[in-house]
């Protein structure tokens, strides 16, 4: 087993090991190793087993796979320590709410947030999503929603089955009157109606799939500009602290969007933060001056979904006093399926007496994640006035791992 230090165990005291500033490696040729080898010993890991990265140089793109949290956000800043120039990197938000414009399942601010931080970084920011988001997911009945994404100020649709444009046309004519008929036929396509569960299986705790990991492989596959022909570098922010699970993760690994042989498009992953504590992620943050986003400043550990799954019942507690309405619809939303979100009580009761996480002491970070207004003004904080917010070092329970 790989060593690391785990978040349980890390606090501001916790002695700063990857975090110090990175060696430039850009343009000399060097191929990046991991430091613990990746597993190869059934045939899926041989698969996608991947024994160093190619000189970064050599990469057209390198994609950051941004959710605005301090993990993704430390990788992005060790590409610019590494020497990447800015026009060689995007920064990849998939927006998890999906344009729903009745239901939220993320924070107000995050897209103010990844906007202010990409706008201040002067790097390119590509939203994509899954029509309707995480609820329009929760209720789905027929085929998944068509996977979108912006290009040139423009949305552009990812290639449809023919099951999913049925689905949508039916969809449309049941808005207005539907047969029984109808109704069977778009049943037939596909059926949720159910909450992911709390588990490791990607098949049952369909969020992290659905939204995020397909809508960034249906993405790369559409997007004519590296469809074909192009080195593309996938960078994400999981790291080993994080959970068991995550600390057997490969550190880097060919991506599942690998298309060498027909497309002639190879795609590789590295987490590049992989062997990072959490201390050494929040060094990379404070030496570039760079505001956390305001979940944790408001008291979250974690920067997952506002109502991620894996909440605490402190957490809840939280979203109870900060967002009532959405506390009361998610509690409406279990009755309704007949599906509780936690694997054994509902939420009330999973809930109970807990003390909200909410630090009240944060009154702007309170704002912001409220009201959702998050500026470039606001990105900036000066060293000497940087700080570890109220939720640093509470470990990484409450979200997915």
Request: hydrophobic residues 30%; contains cysteine; aromatic residues 10%.
């Amino acid at each position: 087993m790989p060593e690391y230090i785990k978040d349980t165990e890390c606090s501001r005291d916790t002695p700063v090991i990857w975090g110090k500033l990175s060696d430039r490696s850009y343009g000399t040729g060097k191929r990046i190793k991991p430091n613990i080898d990746g597993k190869h010993a059934t045939d899926y890991e041989k698969k996608i087993y991947l024994p160093e990265l190619l000189p970064l140089e050599e990469y057209d793109l390198v994609i950051v796979l941004f959710s605005g949290g301090k993990d993704s956000t430390a990788a992005y800043f060790k590409l610019l320590e590494l020497g990447v120039p800015k026009n060689k990197i995007e920064l990849w938000h998939h927006d998890i709410d999906g344009k729903n414009k009745e239901r939220r399942m993320d924070w107000p601010c995050t897209q103010e947030y990844v906007k202010a931080f990409a706008e201040r970084e002067k790097v390119t920011l590509r939203v994509s999503w899954r029509d309707q988001g995480f609820w329009g997911e929760v209720y789905r009945v027929g085929a998944s929603y068509p996977i979108r994404y912006m290009q040139d100020g423009e949305v552009k649709t990812c290639s449809q089955s023919k099951q999913q444009i049925r689905s949508q046309e039916l969809r449309e004519q049941l808005a207005d009157d539907f047969t029984e008929e109808e109704f069977e036929e778009l049943k037939s396509y596909g059926y949720r109606m159910k909450f992911p569960a709390k588990a490791g299986d990607l098949m049952r705790r369909w969020c992290s799939g659905y939204l995020k990991i397909d809508v960034a492989a249906a993405t790369i596959r559409n997007l004519e500009t590296i469809s074909k022909d192009k080195k593309i570098l996938i960078v994400s922010g999981e790291r080993r602290g994080e959970s068991s699970g995550r600390s057997k993760y490969n550190e880097m690994e060919i991506h599942r969007s690998n298309a060498t042989a027909k497309a002639h498009r190879l795609v590789h992953q590295w987490r590049a933060v992989i062997d990072y504590s959490e201390r050494d992620v929040w060094e990379v943050i404070k030496r570039n001056r760079t505001t956390p986003h305001p979940c944790y400043s408001a008291g979250w550990n974690r920067c997952s979904c506002m109502m991620c799954i894996f909440s605490l019942p402190r957490h809840w507690a939280g979203i109870r006093e900060l967002f009532p309405e959405e506390f009361e619809a998610v509690k409406n939303d279990e009755e309704r399926l007949g599906f509780t979100l936690d694997n054994k009580k509902d939420l009330e009761e999973y809930v109970g007496d807990a003390e909200s996480c909410v630090c009240h002491a944060a009154v702007e970070a309170i704002r912001q994640i409220i009201s959702g207004k998050f500026t470039v003004d606001e990105i900036t904080t000066p060293s000497e006035l940087w700080d570890f917010p109220a939720g640093a070092f509470k470990g990484s329970d409450g979200g997915p791992c």
